[in-house]
């Protein structure tokens, strides 16, 4: 098996895909990029890539914002990735990471005008980011989430995640799990790469948007879901950081931490500490989606055949 990426418009084997050293994106974080998963269904002998064409959309937002211009449309794009992820062979959980940079070898060059763009996807074997059985032990990080009047927040840039590893190096060590980052204004946010969500007086809510959070595409799925199999609303509001205390339970989602139970926060136990009955249902019904056992989801999941060599 030859694991290959797709690197300056071919596919070539992962260790030769390299970038110069005075490459822009390198020195300023001038580039967006993507977590996808790739879920392994060994009955059905196919990997589902999850929701793949929103993660293109997204992509293509933050290329937008950030002057990237790339020859390929999104379509373009997962094509590409399936050709990527089908010649790799990989049969196991994968994690797919397009990024799209200034890839001009430019340095002393404070500017995404006049520099030529890249484009690469690779993917590795990976299992579980974060324990999403034993609920998640978290803290309120003394790091707050960016604003959209400093770093738009709505894409993942690259330059961006310094403030997510400040907030998750911080956490882990002072012996947490993740770090919940609170926006300027003192409202809830998001986690260091996961979005949040209480249950609270019959109430499932989120932040909104407009509290610097990344619009997630496993949190949309999850308000989707709750939508069209509990049969209510997800209310997006802002949620004071005093409220997570008083939360009966409060979960994270993301591509890498699927739906993961926070079981405290600053410890203070949340509910009874343990994974909560609602977080339980939408992460069984959320699992058997990502890996292509629910019918009714099987437009969220993009196939790919491992080719044999
Ligand atoms: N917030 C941040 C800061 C993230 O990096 C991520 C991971 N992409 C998320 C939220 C969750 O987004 P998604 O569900 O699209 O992975």
């Known amino acids: 098996m030859t694991?290959?990426?797709?690197?300056?418009?071919?596919?070539?084997?992962?260790?030769?895909?390299?970038?110069?050293?005075?490459?822009?994106?390198?020195?300023?974080?001038?580039?967006?990029?993507?977590?996808?998963?790739?879920?392994?269904?060994?009955?059905?002998?196919?990997?589902?890539?999850?929701?793949?064409?929103?993660?293109?959309?997204?992509?293509l937002a933050g290329c937008k914002i950030m002057r990237i211009k790339l020859p390929y449309s999104s379509q373009d794009l997962c094509d590409i990735t399936v050709e990527m992820v089908e010649?790799?062979?990989?049969?196991?959980?994968?994690?797919?990471?397009?990024?799209?940079?200034?890839?001009?070898?430019?340095?002393?060059?404070?500017?995404l005008g006049g520099l030529g763009d890249g484009f690469?996807?690779?993917?590795?074997?990976?299992?579980r980011y974060i324990d999403t059985e034993a609920p998640a032990k978290c803290c309120t990080s003394s790091w707050r989430r960016m604003e959209d009047t400093v770093i738009p927040p709505h894409v993942k840039i690259s330059g961006l995640y310094v403030n997510s590893i400040l907030a998750k190096t911080e956490a882990m060590a002072a012996g947490f799990d993740e770090a919940i980052l609170l926006n300027d204004k003192g409202y809830v946010s998001e986690?260091?790469?996961?979005?949040?969500?209480?249950?609270?007086?019959?109430?499932?809510?989120?932040?909104?948007?407009?509290?610097?959070?990344?619009?997630?595409?496993?949190?949309?799925?999850?308000?989707d879901i709750t939508r069209?199999?509990?049969?209510?609303?997800?209310?997006?509001?802002?949620?004071?950081?005093?409220?997570?205390?008083?939360?009966?339970?409060v979960f994270l989602t993301g591509t890498a931490a699927h739906l993961t139970a926070v079981g405290s926060l600053d410890n203070q136990t949340i509910g009874d500490g343990q994974m909560g009955p609602r977080t339980r249902r939408l992460?069984?019904?959320y699992f058997d989606i990502v890996r292509g056992k629910n019918p009714k989801y099987l437009h969220w999941c993009t196939p790919a055949t491992p080719r044999v060599a």
Not at 192 to 220: C, H, K, M, W
Request: negative net charge; contains cysteine.
């Open 3 to 59: 694991v290959v990426a797709f690197h300056k418009g071919e596919f070539v084997p992962l260790e030769q895909a390299t970038i110069g050293i005075m490459t822009h994106a390198f020195h300023y974080g001038t580039a967006v990029f993507e977590g996808v998963r790739g879920n392994w269904n060994a009955e059905h002998g196919r990997m589902y890539i999850f929701r793949l064409e929103e993660h293109y959309d997204r992509l």
């Open 87 to 111: 010649r790799s062979g990989f049969t196991q959980d994968i994690y797919i990471r397009p990024i799209a940079y200034k890839a001009e070898e430019r340095v002393a060059y404070l500017n």
């Open 120 to 127: 690469t996807v690779m993917a590795v074997p990976f299992g």
């Open 191 to 223: 986690g260091s790469g996961e979005n949040i969500f209480i249950y609270r007086n019959g109430q499932l809510a989120t932040p909104p948007l407009v509290d610097n959070v990344l619009p997630g595409i496993t949190r949309s799925c999850i308000m």
């Open 228 to 249: 069209n199999e509990l049969g209510t609303q997800v209310v997006e509001r802002h949620i004071p950081r005093s409220e997570l205390y008083l939360a009966e339970e």
């Open 283 to 285: 992460q069984d019904l």
